[in-house]
Nanobody, 127 residues
Framework: QVQLVESGGGLVQAGGSLRLSCAAS????????MGWFRQAPGKERDFVAA????????YYADSVKGRFTISRDNAKNTVYLQMNSLKPEDTAVYYC????????????????????WGQGTQVTVSS
């Protein structure tokens, strides 16, 4: 069982930055494709960003492209989401997710395809 623990959320003013971290318990972390999703109150969980198991491929929602960057450090079993130029509409609970994908090109899946989820971290952007 893979456990994912997000951290780094908080309150920030519009235009500011935050870096979210997601620490994974899996010894085989490097074989997992990783994704970030977010859910605002009363809304569905939306895709934000994803990276392949190797980290060589990344994918972003149009709403965050150019502002957010997903990266991973396999030595630390951690995936990051650097969020710059934050907007009030970025306010949500952010979740990281993992799916075993070693050797494949899978990394652009939908939420239901991911196998493991963290508990989420709140990001609030004030105007």
């Amino acid at each position: 069982q893979v456990q994912l623990v997000e951290s780094g959320g908080g309150l920030v003013q519009a235009g500011g930055s935050l870096r979210l971290s997601c620490a994974a318990s899996a010894r085989t972390f490097s074989g997992y494709a990783m994704g970030w999703f977010r859910q605002a109150p009363g809304k569905e969980r939306d895709f934000v960003a994803a990276c392949s198991w190797s980290g060589g491929a990344t994918y972003y929602a149009d709403s965050v492209k150019g502002r957010f960057t997903i990266s991973r450090d396999n030595a630390k079993n951690t995936v990051y989401l650097q969020m710059n130029s934050l907007k009030p509409e970025d306010t949500a609970v952010y979740y990281c997710a993992a799916k075993w994908a070693y050797g494949s090109m899978w990394y652009r899946g939908q939420a239901h395809e991911y196998e493991h989820w963290g508990q989420g971290t709140q990001v609030t952007v004030s105007s």
